[in-house]
């Protein structure tokens, strides 16, 4: 059987077909079947718990047979950012003896949850018998069956609500952007939220290890569990600098292996990133103004649970297009922002920080002096 991946989004327009090898399940006469997932997705990976497969396996086949444990994985990495992570196999046996091509059925109903809902599973489809490598890669072995199923992911469907949110600040601007948007992110936890200063923040930490799957958010006026702060820090004549600032308000969940994508025009030029690893994506030939960011393994590849370390930051250094380049009218800030494939919410364009209408050469260059105590500025609601 084979289970893809495929994600549908302006930013990550290219769809795996079942004829790229998107995975596989081989039925063989020694009653193993062997299930592997491949995730295609660019930006958008399965985190812990990992995913979860429910199938329909028939009630009158042959291999109608219950397993413990048989189709729970753990975490994949998306494709663009970690192809030989982005891959989950296991084998069940099936009881197959006597069988044949002809008296096995396909299975019904895929259902993959990663590990929340959003995805959607289309039917199985038979392919032509192939042969493939065993699990230790040493052999070839030839399947008795194999099957495509083609799973494809909608934010709509996974949740009502965004997940994260985003906020503006600037060298030439006192004022900061709102944060975010009063329930931005939906203000259902509100009766659940802690302050940052509660007393009960102490049982939370005793308790880390026996965190339940469920969010408990840090008590904030847009109630998300992420926030990603974007300021223009300083303004060089051939280059101007960038902060970048993810923070996570959920005393339940470590992010691993994190994500965050940007669209923004002055991407086509990058000169270096700070503290994250960068890859530019390119979803369409013509245009490069699209980047993926994520962490350092075993430095800041796990964005941890709310509190004093939960926040990972980088400076990315940018040259100039002189033909194109301006700090009017928001043009210095993103136009899409995603955080782990999920697109954030932007603030209304009323509320960017503004260029002052007094601002002359002087003044740029007192502000850019000055800029380092804004790079100070402790993001948080």
Not at 123 to 138: N, Q, Y
Request: glycine share 6%; charged share 15%.
């Amino acid at each position: 059987m084979l289970w893809g991946l495929a994600a549908y989004d302006p930013l990550d327009p290219t769809v795996m077909s079942p004829s790229d090898g998107i995975s596989w399940l081989g039925l063989q006469m020694a009653t193993t079947a062997t299930v592997t997932l491949y995730n295609f997705q660019t930006f958008r990976h399965i985190m812990d718990p990992g995913w979860t497969i429910v199938v329909d396996l028939m009630p009158n086949a042959p291999y109608n047979q219950q397993f413990a444990n048989c189709c729970k994985g753990g975490e994949v990495s998306a494709w663009g950012q970690d192809p030989a992570a982005s891959i989950s196999q296991f084998q069940i046996t099936v009881g197959l003896a006597g069988t044949s091509n002809k008296t096995v059925k396909l299975p019904k109903n895929f259902t993959l949850l990663g590990p929340g809902p959003g995805y959607t599973c289309g039917p199985a489809k038979l392919v032509p018998s192939t042969k493939f490598l065993t699990p230790d890669g040493r052999r070839k072995t030839q399947a008795l069956l194999t099957w495509n199923v083609t799973c494809t992911y909608s934010q709509f469907l996974a949740r009502k609500n965004p997940n994260c949110c985003v906020s503006f600040s600037s060298f030439y601007n006192q004022e900061i952007t709102p944060p975010c948007p009063t329930c931005a992110c939906g203000c259902q936890n509100n009766n659940t939220c802690i302050n940052r200063d509660s007393k009960i923040l102490k049982v939370v930490e005793a308790n880390n290890s026996k965190r339940e799957n469920t969010s408990l958010l840090q008590c904030t006026h847009h109630m998300c569990p992420i926030r990603v702060h974007w300021h223009v820090k300083v303004n060089y004549k051939e280059y101007w600098r960038v902060k970048i600032a993810i923070v996570n308000f959920n005393y339940r969940m470590n992010y691993s292996v994190w994500s965050l994508v940007i669209q923004h025009p002055n991407l086509n030029n990058v000169t270096q990133v700070f503290s994250f690893n960068y890859q530019p994506l390119i979803p369409y030939e013509s245009i490069n103004d699209t980047g993926m960011f994520y962490g350092m393994k075993y430095y800041n590849d796990v964005l941890m649970q709310a509190g004093p370390l939960g926040n990972v930051q980088s400076e990315v250094l940018l040259q100039k297009d002189l033909n194109t380049f301006t700090f009017k009218q928001g043009w210095a800030f993103p136009r899409k922002v995603y955080f782990n494939g999920d697109e954030c919410m932007l603030p209304p364009p009323d509320t960017y920080p503004f260029l002052p209408n007094s601002v002359h050469g002087s003044l740029i260059s007192f502000l850019t002096l000055t800029s380092a105590w804004f790079s100070l500025l402790i993001f948080l609601s």
